[in-house]
């Protein structure tokens, strides 16, 4: 390859700052300066890479890990000797997330993240554990080094043992428990109970991200007060004594199972999401009263549940950031939008009863800088260029349904396909290529921390 222009490397880094994951790792193998130009640290900040299987790695690869200075990796199962290697080679490590172990696991297997002393956040997805997660030894030694901590779908011995333990994580500001279950039956899922999940909230202090889910019914609903501990230092007077959290993420939690003054004491939240596995006819839906104290929202999401209808009227105004993950009519969004005059970031479904979002879309929310279209069954029309009446949106993401697309990928229509793109070279042409047009799949993606996996260098 023929050298390059001569530009400062700022410059070069910037320029490749735009590149995704996958387009980093195709223009490395360029030269020997894009080679190095690639593996700067600041092109690599927070970035998670995917480990398994130690031993097929190179000392090269260990060498341009350590040259881009990361600091956070997602590994499978490892084995002791493995998990030496890592040590070894990674000792800098600030997160380790755990991932599809498939295996049933000891305390002892958890020990081995105390090893990194840089070490303040940790993830576990999927496994089930035959004794405690934290033990007293190893909740000893993260004490005051973790910060983050979040388990999901993960079936434990105990889930209030657990509760217990991460109470003693005095420097715990983010928080992830999406509870699964006990043992190893199908059993109904236990709440953890009131008293330990009030000592939790209490205990922590710093928290300010709680993301808190549960899969299954339980047979009776909550306390009124589980979300909100009284202080102890104020016996007899109703005040809240839990830390001052700012974001709160409640996830596949039943309409009828909280009350609806459940997020009464949470007024300094700045974000709250719900996400709904299902809705029972005849329950009255409870969020619209969740919402009414909420005066300083600055994001909502909302999965699932109920109409808009139910709930539009109490969506604070505050709010600059609003996901919608339901069934949406023209109707609907010509009552939200009243209520939300500052709105800067907008995330929809587009449906067959949703009409012509587009059209309507900058009348309605004129103020908007990203815009994150989800299209169910169909593909974008050429209404689409209605959006470049939009004089501040400078980012639009469209999602296609990836069965869809493979569908008709199949048929020999790739995606985008040639009229959808001859609308998104129209909208760019009409903005003066003000909007970035993002075209990407809709599909779930287990490793949410996770925005690469590796099979060596």
């Known amino acids: ?33 894009l080679k190095v130009l690639i593996d700067q640290p600041s092109l690599w900040r927070n970035h998670t890479v995917m ?7 190179t000392y090269g690869f260990w060498d341009m890990l350590r040259h881009r200075k ?46 990194f002393p840089g070490l303040k956040d940790i993830g576990v997805r999927n496994g089930t554990w035959e004794e405690p997660m934290l033990g007293s030894s190893l909740t000893s030694k993260l004490q005051e080094r973790l910060t983050h901590l979040s388990v999901c779908n993960v079936r434990l011995p105990c889930c209030a043992h657990f509760i217990q333990a991460v109470a003693h994580l005095e420097n715990l500001q983010y928080l992830l428990f999406h509870q699964q279950g006990e043992g190893y039956g199908l059993d109904t899922v236990r709440p953890v109970p009131c008293e330990v999940f009030h000592n939790l909230l209490l205990s922590l202090k710093k928290l300010k991200h709680l993301s808190w889910g549960m899969r299954g019914e339980p047979p009776a609903p909550l306390p009124d007060n589980y979300l909100s501990p009284s202080d102890p230092e104020s016996p007899g007077v109703p005040s809240y004594g839990g830390p001052a959290l700012t974001s709160l993420e409640l996830v596949d939690y039943p309409e009828c199972i909280l009350p609806e003054n459940a997020l009464q004491s949470f007024s300094s939240l700045r974000s709250l999401t719900v996400r709904y596995r299902y809705i ?15 005066q300083q929202l600055e994001t909502l999401c909302i999965v699932g549940g109920n109409s808009l209808a139910a709930y539009t009227t109490t969506i604070p105004s505050s709010v600059s950031r609003l996901t919608l993950r339901v069934a949406i009519t023209l109707k609907d969004m010509d009552s939200i939008a009243p209520k939300v005059p500052a709105l800067e970031h907008l995330d929809i479904e587009q449906n067959r009863s949703s009409g012509s979002l587009c059209r309507r879309i900058p009348m309605l929310f004129p103020q908007l800088k990203t815009l994150r279209i989800r299209f169910f069954r169909r593909e974008p029309e050429k209404d689409l260029l209605s959006l ?15 069965s869809f697309i493979l569908r008709d990928y199949l048929n020999g229509h790739p995606w985008p396909s040639p009229c959808v793109q001859e609308h998104i070279n129209q909208l760019r042409e009409l903005s003066q290529n003000r909007i970035t047009v993002i075209t990407t799949m809709r599909r779930r993606n287990p490793l949410r921390e996770c925005d690469c996996v590796w099979e060596g260098d």
């Open 1 to 33: 390859m023929e050298d390059l222009p001569q530009l400062p490397p700022e410059v070069w880094v910037y320029i490749l700052s735009f590149l995704s994951t996958e387009e980093k790792h195709t223009v490395r193998f360029g030269c020997r300066q």
């Open 51 to 57: 480990l398994c299987d130690l031993r097929r790695y």
């Open 70 to 115: 990361l600091t956070r990796v997602a590994v499978r199962h490892l084995r002791r000797k493995e998990w030496r290697r890592l040590v070894k080679f990674l000792p800098t490590l600030s997160a380790v997330v755990f991932v599809d172990g498939g295996r049933k696991y000891k305390a002892k297997y958890m020990e081995n993240v105390a090893h």
């Open 280 to 294: 029972r006819e005849g329950i009255e839906c409870r969020l619209a009263s969740w919402l009414k104290p909420l």
């Open 388 to 402: 470049h009446r939009l004089r501040h949106l400078v980012r639009l993401e469209l999602l296609v349904e990836r």
